[in-house]
């Protein structure tokens, strides 16, 4: 499918400009969005706010927990000469059957702009397919696009372009890691991912391995996957709607980020992590504390590459 048929909607004449996955977008527009990020980065750190988005109004629907993506796209769409709206499914007729689709009506008779953390990525769609305004996702159990291009920002900031990094997924085989799968499949880095036979990809994410050929790997062993690897990356082994935290505990356990590990890995190596992370489980103290961790860089990104997306679902590629 391409840009249009993923990422707005179809059967309208001028079709809001979502962002609900990387997959469908184009490199260029990728790019685009990373160098505007660099761009609106590099001006807040002279002090410059470019009110771009002056008078918008942005609605924010968390369905679930946020700390970093609410902060994040609040203080974001305020540093654009923007404004912004919380709302949460339960305050709203939502919880009370109000269907999705009229939801995603009436409110873009209100407001200009949507983001929404929900775990259904059918909801999202379904919110996306009948809003008249962008909707951009926030995370669902399938996808987190905003987190990995923040994720791609903070690697070329420290190492140069992802296009030529070989990536290292170790863990639970989430909506994170299809994300990077999605971005693999655009940038044309390897990705290597070491996850157990329990929790690993499946459905369309397998399908979406599969598509990118020889660029991703899919093994079990951790040791092996980070064999050489300029970033290593982990996540929650217990993701927001996961029923079965014990077990996932027990069977995640040989898949803990430690300094063995990331001895394995270039000399030079980053870690990632998308926060919030458990040390402990999924990744040692002293790994994420470490000197190769720029989890705090990625979380960082994440507001510079949100104002950057804001931007382009409004239609703005570049500052003048
Ligand atoms: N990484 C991330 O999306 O964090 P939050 O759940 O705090 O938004
Ligand atoms: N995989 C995690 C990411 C949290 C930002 C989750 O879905 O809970």
């Known amino acids: 499918m391409n840009e ?26 990728l790019r685009n969005i990373l160098d505007l990020s660099a761009d609106l980065k590099k001006r807040l750190a002279n002090g410059e706010r470019p009110p771009i988005l002056k008078d918008k109004m942005l609605a924010m629907i968390f369905e679930r927990e946020s700390t970093r993506t609410r902060v994040s796209f609040d203080v974001g769409m305020r540093q654009l000469g923007g404004q912004t709206m919380m709302l949460t499914g339960r305050e ?14 009436v409110l873009s008779r209100y ?21 008249g305004v962008p909707v951009i996702n926030g995370l669902t159990q399938l996808s987190h696009p ?27 085989a989430n909506n994170v890691l ?27 994410m397998l399908n979406d391995i599969a598509a990118a050929g020889d660029r991703i790997s899919l093994g079990t062993d951790p040791r092996e996957a980070c064999r050489n ?24 356990s040989p898949y ?9 890995a270039s000399a030079d190596a980053l870690f990632m992590h998308c926060l ?12 994420m504390d470490g000197p190769q961790s720029v989890v705090f860089d990625e979380a960082e990104n994440r507001m510079h590459v949100q104002k950057a997306i804001l931007a382009h679902v409004f239609g703005i590629e570049r500052l003048s």
């Not at 690897?229 to 014990?246: C, E, F, H």
């Open 111 to 131: 407001v200009d702009a949507i983001i929404i953390r929900i775990l259904s990525h059918e909801d999202l769609l379904e919110l996306a397919g009948t809003a």
């Open 178 to 204: 299809a994300s990077w799968v999605h971005a693999t499949a655009i940038f044309g880095n390897r990705l290597n991912i070491a996850c157990p036979e329990e929790y690993a990809p499946s459905g369309k």
């Open 146 to 172: 905003c987190q990995v291009l923040a994720d791609i920002q903070t690697f070329e900031e420290h190492r140069g372009p992802i296009e030529e990094a070989s990536v290292t997924w170790v863990g639970d």
């Open 229 to 252: 690897s300029d970033l290593v990356i982990t996540d929650t082994w217990v993701s927001m709607g996961d029923k079965d935290a014990s077990e996932r505990r027990r069977i995640l």
């Open 276 to 287: 919030p992370a458990h040390r402990g489980d999924e990744v040692t103290e002293e790994v």
């Open 4 to 29: 249009q048929a993923i990422n707005g909607t179809k059967d309208k004449k001028n079709p809001p400009r979502h962002f609900l996955d990387l997959k469908g977008f184009s490199r260029q527009t």
């Open 256 to 264: 803990r980020v430690d300094q063995s590990l990331m001895e394995l």
């Open 92 to 105: 709203m007729q939502l919880s009370r059957e109000e269907t999705i689709a009229d939801t995603a009506r």
